[in-house]
C-alpha cells in the first residue's frame, strides 16, 4: 500500500509528469492518503482563482481511499515527530501526523516536497520523494 501526501496529489491535478507518471504506474496498487491530506487538496480549491469545485476533486481521486485515523497514529506521529526534534531535524507538526499514518500503517509515504527530505525520517519509514 501507499500513502500520499497532498503535495503529490496536487501536482498529480495539476498533470505534473514527475507525479502523474508515478501515480498512473503504482495505479493496482491500494492507494491511501489521511483526510488532513485531503482537506490540504481542498484548501487549494479555496484559495483558487475561480469558484471552488470540490466535486472536480473528489472525480479524479476516486482511485484514492481516505484513511480515518485511530489514536494509535497521532502517537506513533508524536513519537516520530519527538525523535526527529531530537535529532535536529524539525518536521511540521500536518507533516509528522502524515508520516505517523505510514510509520502507523507500516506503508511507504510518497511526497513531492522538500519537507520531507530528513534522514532521521529516512531510518523510520519507506519514502518516496518525487
Do not use: C
Not at 501515480?23 to 487549494?44: D, M, W
Not at 506513533?76 to 535529532?87: F, G, K, M, S, V
Amino acid at each position: 500500500m501507499v500513502v500520499y501526501d497532498s503535495s503529490v496529489l496536487i501536482d498529480y491535478l495539476d498533470g505534473t509528469a514527475a507525479s502523474t507518471e508515478y501515480i498512473e504506474a503504482s495505479i493496482t496498487e491500494p492507494a491511501t492518503a489521511p483526510e488532513l491530506v485531503l482537506f490540504e487538496v481542498y484548501q487549494g480549491e479555496v484559495y483558487k482563482s475561480g469558484p471552488a469545485n470540490f466535486d472536480a476533486v473528489d472525480s479524479s481521486l476516486a482511485w484514492l481511499t481516505i484513511l480515518e485515523t485511530n489514536s494509535g497514529v497521532a502517537r506513533a506521529a508524536a513519537e516520530l515527530q519527538n525523535e526527529l526534534h531530537r535529532r535536529g531535524e524539525p518536521l511540521a507538526a500536518r507533516d509528522a501526523f502524515i508520516a505517523g499514518v505510514a510509520l502507523a500503517r507500516d506503508e511507504r509515504l510518497v511526497v513531492s516536497d522538500s519537507d520531507f527530505e530528513l534522514e532521521g525520517l529516512k531510518k523510520h519509514i519507506d519514502i518516496d520523494i518525487l
